[in-house]
């Protein structure tokens, strides 16, 4: 009878858990616990990191700070997870390296770099390596709650919190909310993670290709793949003409140097999920298509339509010839 009650109580509990996210700089010059440490640089990473976790969680309080630990070379970050589903979209946004990328592009911004600034990201629950386990995402779960957090917030994460909501939060008093992760004060662009709240600008319902009429549409999973399969080394060219403030020179030189371990494939899969995550609605099948028409790629163009290939035939029947 007792076990029967304290499992009803346990459930009427909100879902909570613990984890440690570990954030170091590949970059010699930048050292972060170091520019932690000085006041003039505190509150710029810890807003940051805020935001990203806001971003990725889907909700202001979806993982919360309680403190930051400076261990050279790594700000070694103590989170509580304050339920299930906000946990879920982390894993998943730290899986993809979703976050990773975020963070070197608000971090290289926020620090004045000329260019996003590479991490190396580690997640861990006690001795526990949650990175090498990140496909079985139930077992990641169980993990993070089973790892009650064992303290409670950081008299200094408080402070840090103060300051930020003192930036953050609108005219209308301290009753007010904080904006959304992708709307941040003018000096730290925020993390490229489109909350579903935040207004885009409307796209257009249809575009014209080769005299036809086609519907535009938010990027799907198989465009990325098809284009990921068949791109090669054009997808820099791409990147260029895509026209996004999140893929300039020095950002498609990051991707590049990034995966250049996983191949082209993954370069160019990563070039439109990167794409995606900046423009959210706004990457639409229409800019793809047009971007791989400016480059040289009609037939990858027509590929992706499903329109037959006219090209390719075209330069088949001029090579029989």
Not at 14 to 40: C, H, N, R, T
């Amino acid at each position: 009878m007792a076990g029967d009650l304290r499992k009803m109580v346990d459930g009427l509990q909100e879902w909570s858990g613990s984890a440690y996210l570990f954030v170091e700089s590949s970059m010699d010059k930048v050292i972060l616990p170091s520019l932690y440490q000085d006041p003039q640089w505190k509150l710029k990473i810890f807003r940051v990191l805020k935001l990203a976790l806001a971003g990725f969680t889907g909700s202001p309080d979806g993982a919360q700070i309680l403190k930051i630990h400076c261990s050279d070379p790594q700000l070694i970050v103590q989170l509580k997870f304050c339920g299930q589903e906000p946990c879920s979209r982390f894993l998943q946004s730290y899986r993809e390296r979703a976050l990773r990328d975020a963070l070197q592009y608000s971090l290289g911004t926020a620090l004045g770099l000329a260019q996003h600034l590479p991490l190396r990201l580690e997640l861990r629950v006690g001795s526990q390596r949650l990175d090498l386990m990140l496909e079985e995402e139930e077992r990641c779960l169980l993990c993070i709650h089973q790892a009650k957090p064992d303290r409670l917030r950081d008299e200094e994460i408080g402070e840090l919190e103060d300051a930020f909501r003192s930036l953050t939060c609108d005219p209308g008093g301290p009753g007010s909310s904080p904006p959304a992760p992708q709307a941040p004060a003018p000096e730290t662009p925020a993390p490229k993670a489109p909350a579903p709240e935040t207004p885009q600008p409307a796209c257009a319902q249809y575009f014209e290709f080769q005299g036809q009429r086609f519907a535009n549409r938010p990027l799907t999973l198989e465009d990325r793949q098809k284009f990921a399969r068949s791109v090669g080394r054009n997808w820099r060219t791409v990147g260029r003409a895509l026209n996004c403030r999140a893929l300039r020179e020095h950002d498609l030189e990051s991707l590049a140097y990034d995966y250049d371990r996983d191949g082209l494939y993954e370069q160019a899969f990563q070039l439109l999920h990167r794409f995606k995550l900046a423009e959210g609605r706004r990457a639409t099948l229409q800019r793809l298509v047009e971007a791989l028409d400016q480059s040289g790629l009609t037939s990858l163009a027509e590929d992706l339509l499903g329109l037959p290939g006219q090209r390719k035939d075209q330069e088949r029947e001029a090579e029989q010839d």
